[in-house]
């Protein structure tokens, strides 16, 4: 029975192998001081989740024998700090003209019941963001709008279902 192996020693595992990318690691000295079982099973593992590709073969008589190990671009990206391409997979990207975004800002600002001072304020504030600032704001409006609508699990159930 294979016994789990824990988060620390699979990190220690896929640690050693960051400095050489998606090369191809042959010398098993680059795993030195980690335990052969838990080597093998760390591998196994990594393997297993798509983080790495094993040329190691276990024999019938469940013993291990080396064959080599190579980091997957996701287990490239899995080791970098912003998740590389692999988390921008997960990203969904809605493009707006940003003259079109700010007009919509715009309008739901002048139906608003505000003063019209506060009005002018806003809508001048608004037209004058730069992308980024669009973006941020945009991001900020749509978790709002989902928070705030009290029909959005009778509105997603019709739209969906």
């Not at 052969?36 to 760390?42: I, M, Q």
């Not at 600032?133 to 959005?152: R, Y």
Request: hydrophobic share 40%; with cysteine; charged share 25%.
């Amino acid at each position: 029975m294979r016994e789990a192996v824990s988060r620390e020693q699979w990190m220690a595992v896929l640690e050693r192998m960051k400095p050489f990318g998606t090369r191809y690691v042959s010398d098993r000295a680059v795993f030195s001081g980690i335990d052969s079982r838990v080597l093998f099973e760390a591998i196994a593992y990594l393997h297993g989740h798509g983080l790495v590709e094993s040329l190691n073969q276990k024999s019938i008589d469940q013993i291990w024998n080396w064959g080599g190990v190579s980091l997957t671009p996701a287990g490239v990206d899995y080791l970098s700090i912003d998740g590389g391409l692999t988390e921008e997979a997960k990203t969904i990207t809605v493009r707006f003209d940003a003259d079109t975004l700010k007009a919509l800002i715009c309008n739901q600002v002048d139906v608003s019941e505000a003063a019209e001072e506060e009005k002018g304020k806003i809508k001048h504030a608004v037209r004058s963001l730069g992308n980024e600032g669009l973006k941020a704001l945009t991001s900020e409006l749509v978790k709002l709008g989902i928070q705030a609508s009290p029909e959005l699990v009778s509105w997603l159930g019709s739209a969906l279902l």
